[in-house]
């Protein structure tokens, strides 16, 4: 996810290890069977990540998540009035009772990469352009650590990053020290380190942005913009970095608001060509993948938020991240329960998804 909006609203040895550690995390078979017996409205919303306004979530989202229609929330610093305060908050929304089957944590996220994107007080203390140019992997993996531990200690269970974006210079990420350097093997060798710290202190790490934004110059929250970058640079250079954060456990992948021509004429959060034949297909990963923020404003031209939900999941996202607020995210889930009624969406490719997102859920 970007800074911009958000802030101011406050080789095959490789692919074998990668491979494996996909299968360490790939969806447990009491998943698969809770997942065939839910109901349409259930799957769907086992599908959706919410937003809320203010410190207290409102009624209706405690409402749909006691419904089995969450699941999970972000958070952002306006969520945020002390960390006791949040700590109530989010053990409120765990309390609430769910249908069974439905039990397992909610997915609590949170944008706590460091630097200038972090949205609770304490860890990580560097940025990421600080941990790549120190190139020390301890001590990534120790600040992996204390981040996971700083946000489990408020509830949270996700942390929306590393980025592992292969920051060109004069990119956006390289300016805004989001990236850990333009040399995509230390790159890899940081986020690998800064996931295993997470998983060390039993937090969910985020690969982001999905196949990378190491090129772009502005905000991604701002405007779609175009990777114009040949398919083997693609995936020699940009793609490497999650293989390796991949093979190190990550266990989400978020897809990016940009346009890869050498893949798909469309964004790749919104491109089946990006989600599921490079990730899921060449890279074999197994986790769950997210979407941006599907509120953001590059993604207007594409669509309203409904019509966006529909694309991202048939693309081959399993959770779909509404940063814009509970109302719009509610529109868009009462649209998406439509789309599979009536067919447009694969109700057998929403379990699929839904088996994922449980087996993170019972893991966390």
Known sequence: MGIGARTARRSAGALGALAAASAAIAPAPAAADVAAGLGVRQLVGQRMIYSYAGTRPPAALRVRIARGEAAGVILFTWNIASRS????????????PRPPGLRAPLLVMIDQEGGLVKRLSGAPQRSPALLGRMGNAALT????????LNLRAVGVNVDLAPVVDVGRPGSFQQRFLRSYSSNPVRVSAMGSAFVAGLRQGRAAATLKHFPGLGTVRRNEDEV????????RTLRSVDEAPFAAGIAAGAQLVMTSTAIYPALSSRPALLSASVT??????????????VTDDLTTRGLGPFGPPQRLGLLAAQAGNDLLLYAGGYVTA?????????????GRLSLEATR?????????????
């Open 141 to 148: 993996r120790s600040e992996g650590r204390a981040t996971a």
């Open 276 to 289: 599921t034949g490079e990730l899921r297909g060449r890279l074999g990963f197994r986790g769950v993948t």
């Open 85 to 96: 305060a949040l700590a109530a908050t989010v053990r409120s929304l765990q309390s609430i």
């Open 330 to 342: 509610g529109g868009a889930y009462e649209s998406l329960v439509r789309d599979v009624q009536a």
């Open 352 to 364: 699929a998804s839904v088996r994922r997102v449980l087996a993170l859920r019972a893991s966390l």
């Open 224 to 231: 779609a913009q175009r990777v114009t970058l040949p398919l």
